[in-house]
């Protein structure tokens, strides 16, 4: 019974460390060490046979996925047999707030509305550059403001809530797994030629791993948007009408939704235009944007991470930790 008070202490403290002080150097990221695991093993694919470079493409996803979650898990359990539980929690909240990040988009995007405000496009680009992988050279400014709210809807998903529907499943090892499948997504799922056979497999989990969450978002959405006093319906059917619109089965719930709740456009010039009206004019929409993925998160959080951990994903987290102690001796 105290193990579990401690427990439920973890999700409480990661997303206190997020909100106050976000990410971690670079130097000591996990996911940054998970990156550089499935560089170092994409880099060694020999290339040249389509077929073997998607074989050896699923141990790209595998391999990097089963050894930290193995690591992570061996580690908190050797830290609560040592250390005691109080050590073993603030371990677990530390790692925790690692694998999702609410902060971090905000920190990102926000800075873009002061500079449009100033009328520095040049500087909002730039900004803009570090966060989307398309050309933003030629970007005016309210396909600037649209790229940032994308990016902010888009990975509400990917960044916060997937990670702490797979915590609230099954504690670290789960959201390890999420955060390690989405990397891997991130570097090697199709964004060139040369990972169009290597990245397959990465895409195709990836794409399974987050379609429940990605509609799961929309009722937590809408609800945000009726507390922030935007127009959830509008959301609901901007949601319904263009999720489709994107190349991934998952994105465009989000983003879709969250645009037509704010009454504005979302364009990326020859993929996708949804929601409603035209594409934003106004930065302070970007603001908007991150107002409606904070309350989402801290709402996700409270009525299904908190919950779905405290039932089911602290125990499965606890007896792997246990097995694998037991297998040390």
Partial sequence: MELLAYAIAIPVLALIIDLILGEPPNRFHPVVWIGRTIGYLDDHVGRGSPRREKLLGVFVDLIPILLFVFLFTLLLALLRDLLGAVVWAIAAAILFKTMFAVRSLET???????????????????????????????????????????????????????????????????????????????????????????????????????????????????????????????????????????????????????????????EKMGHYSMGEGSVPQDPLIIRDTINVMKLTAVLFFALVLLPLFTLMGIHVQLYLENWLLGLIG
């Fill in 108 to 266: 990102h995007t926000a800075p873009m509305i002061a500079d449009l405000q100033r009328g520095d496009l040049d500087a909002a680009r730039r900004k803009a550059s570090m966060v989307v992988s398309r050309d933003v050279n030629a970007l005016d400014q309210p396909h600037v403001i649209s790229c940032a709210a994308e990016t902010i809807s888009e990975n509400l998903v990917d960044s916060v809530l997937s990670p702490m529907f797979y915590f609230g499943l099954a504690g670290i090892p789960g959201a390890t797994f999420l955060r390690a499948a989405n990397t891997a997504d991130g570097m090697v799922g199709y964004l060139s030629e040369r990972h169009r056979n290597v990245g397959w497999f990465s895409a195709r989990l990836d794409d399974c791993a987050h379609y429940l969450v990605a509609r799961l978002s929309v009722p937590f959405i809408l609800l945000s948007l009726a507390l922030l006093g935007k127009d959830w319906r509008k959301g609901w059917e901007a949601g319904r009408r263009d999720h489709g619109q994107t190349s991934s089965p998952n994105k465009g719930w989000p983003m879709a939704t969250v645009a037509g709740g704010l009454g504005v456009r979302f």
